[in-house]
């Protein structure tokens, strides 16, 4: 008989908790899993699949107007944002109970409390009113969006409150550069709110590709989104229509609305990780090694919690690795490389591998094959929207290092891209690949001409 109540808790009922917590269970253990908001975390509730849904439904401005070269009248279209968010919180709901359904399946106990660390072993459920022990315990409980103090920082949103607005604003101004400001920026301009992009740095999307960051930067131009770097808010101010925005490089404004999409921090504030010896970094991300386990040995941690890749798969795979590691008897590292991501922005982004600046400092010599073209759809669309398609090939192994897109479907074409550059193919492997026709993606396989500038 074990000394403990469980021989794993998981606190967090996320992508990457609740994998864990599944995986462990399978394995024979006594799982206890516990979330204080809504089982999903922040991917299912506040995150990716909601903003993928409201990614969805802004694409249908253009699909309209696209319609036209193709013989389509459409006449009297309208848009709902209640009937939007509506039929996405039905979606949230029903794959919330999928994930408690889930753990329920395999034996593990579900509560809905919040949480907090007693020692290494020992847990109290605040909502519960009372304690549980465990032989180990599993942290997963994500980020939490970063608002900078400012006056007025009061007036502000983020993405977690985007998907509850009572109403659509007539005008927007989007704080950030990363993932969740350029897709919403999208989403609101495409569901026709006059949308402006305020970010502090040279251009969006830092951390990516030079060439997808510039070309992006053009195409939500195109879409008549106004892109403003170098610049951030230094103060809001109520008015009677909206707000007052006064920004550092002068250009103030008037908006509706202010969101604010700069960073997630670590949820690790009330988990009581001094009491248990948990350390924490100067961000307040929890320190694990290779195997999520943090300075406690019988505390470990995956996902956003831990600020190494923020990413949902990820979360997922570090989940399963610890449950392998610990209750299977498969030790698993997860390998943080050559992760492939999308950015659903409009155009979409989808990107494997290393950037051009990267793989020059990498390697000796590099070669780049490059391809910007007007996808077939718009011959007829009239849209004057481009593609890009990269390829960063190392010019002694010829092995491919990075791979890059913009355009339609990019997000799916990266996925699949992903196996063979993790796998190592080289840029002759690309080029003996027959190409499906007509596609965008076969552009990938007929580059044969080395770009020069």
């Not at 193709?70 to 709902?80: E, L």
């Not at 969006?145 to 007025?152: L, M, T």
């Not at 997000?411 to 840029?427: C, N, R, V, Y």
């Not at 499906?436 to 580059?447: F, I, Q, W, Y």
């Amino acid at each position: 008989m074990s000394d403990y109540d469980y021989d794993l808790f998981v606190i967090g009922g996320g992508s990457g908790g609740v994998r864990a917590g599944r995986i462990a269970a399978q394995y024979g253990a006594k799982v206890g899993v516990t979330e204080e908001y809504r089982y999903g975390g922040t991917c299912v509730i506040r995150g990716c699949v909601p903003k993928k849904l409201f990614v969805y439904a802004s694409h249908f401005s253009d699909d309209f107007a696209d319609a036209a070269g193709f013989g389509w009248t459409v006449n009297g279209a309208s848009f709902d944002w209640p009937t939007l968010v509506a039929n996405k919180d039905v979606e949230i709901e029903r794959l919330s109970k999928i994930y408690i359904a889930n753990l329920e399946k395999v034996g593990a106990e579900v509560f809905k409390s919040r949480a907090e660390l007693v020692d290494p072993h020992t847990i109290d459920l605040i909502n519960e009113g009372r304690k549980v022990t465990a032989e180990r315990v599993l942290i997963a409980t994500g980020a939490t969006p970063f608002v900078p103090e400012f006056s007025g920082a009061e007036h502000t949103i983020t993405s977690n409150e985007a998907f509850h607005l009572d109403r659509l604003p007539d005008s927007i101004a989007v704080a950030g550069g990363g993932y969740i400001a350029v897709e919403f920026a999208g989403i609101f301009n495409g569901l026709g709110v006059e949308t402006r992009l305020l970010y502090r740095g040279e251009q969006i999307l830092r951390g990516f590709d030079d060439d997808l960051r510039n070309h992006l930067a053009g195409e939500m131009a195109k879409k008549g989104i106004t892109v403003q770097t170098g610049t951030v808010i230094e103060s809001l101010a109520e008015t009677d229509s909206g707000y007052k925005v006064a920004t550092s490089d002068g250009k103030n404004f008037h908006t509706g609305l202010v969101m604010f999409a700069t960073g997630r921090r670590p949820n690790t504030e009330g988990l009581g990780l001094d009491k248990a010896g948990v350390e924490i970094d100067d961000k307040g991300a929890i320190i694990v090694n290779g195997f999520s386990q943090s300075n406690v040995a019988n505390i470990y941690a995956v996902g956003d919690v831990t600020d190494r890749v923020n990413l949902t798969p990820v979360a997922i795979r570090e989940g399963h690795a610890f449950a392998d590691t610990v209750y299977g008897d498969k030790p698993t590292a997860v390998d943080h490389s050559n992760i492939a991501t999308a950015v659903f922005s409009q155009p979409e982004l989808g990107t494997i591998g290393l950037t051009e600046a990267q793989a020059r400092e990498a390697v000796e010599e590099v070669d780049i094959y490059k391809s910007v073209f007007s996808p077939m759809k718009h011959t007829l669309s009239g849209s004057d929207e481009k593609m890009l398609m990269k390829l960063i090939v190392d010019a002694a192994s010829d092995k491919v290092l990075g791979c890059h897109i913009i355009g339609p479907d990019a997000g799916e074409m990266a996925q699949l891209l992903s196996i063979a550059i993790k796998m190592g193919a080289t840029k002759a492997d690309f080029d003996a690949t027959i190409a499906v026709h007509p596609t965008a993606s076969e552009e990938l396989v007929t580059m044969r001409e080395k770009w020069i500038g």
